[in-house]
């Protein structure tokens, strides 16, 4: 029996991830053992400087703090998991996923990094990072919303097949994918953790942008709790005068408009806003939430 050590298969990725990575036997091999045509399935030792960041990934930030201490792990432990790569070319890989293990790795001052040498074409790159993220718990909400709404759009899969590729029931990924529908202000905050997705799944059953954005204000100013701000909105909801008060308040909106804006906002995985006057002048706003989603949205437009 070899006394080489064996590299445990790892579990809990979820079907549509495994199913992507496909169960290849894997092997650890040296720098030296690696050829031109590298054996794809297997874990080879790669520089990291012929490493390119992955131009799919769907995660917006990265905690500095937290990165240093995964970095300082990395000096006392080494890499644990390897990360994900395709081959481009000899010599030149692109990250799948990994990316958070990858910075780590080059602060604490690696020059090689363990990595499976996968075969992926462009939606498959972006369908494994998408699925790798969202199955990590340090995604907010809006993030973990934003990757669901490019599964659906961009890797062309229908809302069952989503939930079977991520280990979600549907009304889960319809739950997270309802907050897209909240205005931009709104969603920086759940974004930027300011209220929680309780508070967001309560706002959403308020039709009236300003109501919504005048509660989210008292949420984030009184911190109230999701059980009191749900009260409130039940509160709204069920009082005649109330629901006649928002109803005055908001702006007719033709219903091809609101259909338009719909299809708009499932394109682009932010709320988009049509507003148009009697003479059929107006205006479309596409909100984003960085410079990495300004991206993503003009790569949709075709602008990039």
Not at 68 to 75: G, P, Q
Not at 121 to 147: G, K, P
Request: charged residues 30%; neutral net charge.
């Amino acid at each position: 029996m070899s006394d080489k050590p064996q590299l445990k298969k790892r579990t809990g990725l979820g079907k549509g991830l495994s199913a992507l990575l496909e169960d290849n036997t894997t092997e650890h091999l040296s720098t030296d053992a690696i050829t031109e045509v590298v054996s794809v399935g297997r874990i080879h030792e790669i520089p990291l400087e012929q490493i390119e960041v992955n131009p799919f990934q769907p995660r917006m930030e990265f905690d500095r703090m937290a990165l240093e201490e995964l970095a300082e792990s990395i000096r006392v432990q080494g890499i644990i998991q390897p990360i994900t790569v395709r081959q481009l070319e000899p010599g030149s890989y692109q990250l799948i996923s990994g990316e958070r293990r990858l910075k780590a790795s080059k602060l604490a001052g690696l020059t090689h990094i363990p990595a499976y040498i996968r075969t992926a074409n462009d939606r498959q790159m972006l369908e494994m990072a998408l699925i790798e993220n969202i199955q990590r718990e340090e995604l907010n909400a809006i993030e973990i919303a934003l990757s669901y709404q490019r599964l659906l759009t961009e890797c062309n899969l229908k809302q069952e097949e989503l939930g079977d590729r991520v280990g979600k029931n549907r009304s889960t990924v319809t739950n997270y994918l309802r907050l897209l529908k909240l205005p931009p202000d709104i969603q920086a905050g759940l974004r930027d953790r300011k209220i929680s997705m309780g508070h967001a799944r309560a706002l959403i059953n308020v039709e009236n942008i300003d109501i919504q954005l005048s509660l989210f204000k008292k949420i984030v100013d009184k911190e109230w709790s999701v059980r009191k701000t749900e009260e409130v909105v039940r509160s709204l909801l069920t009082k005649p005068q109330a629901s006649e008060t928002a109803k005055k308040a908001a702006p007719r909106i033709h219903p091809e408009i609101i259909q338009l804006q719909n299809r708009l906002s499932n394109r682009y995985g932010t709320r988009v806003q049509i507003s148009r006057d009697e003479q059929g002048k107006g205006e479309i706003k596409i909100p984003f939430f960085s410079d990495e989603d300004l991206n993503r949205i003009l790569e949709l437009l075709e602008l990039s």
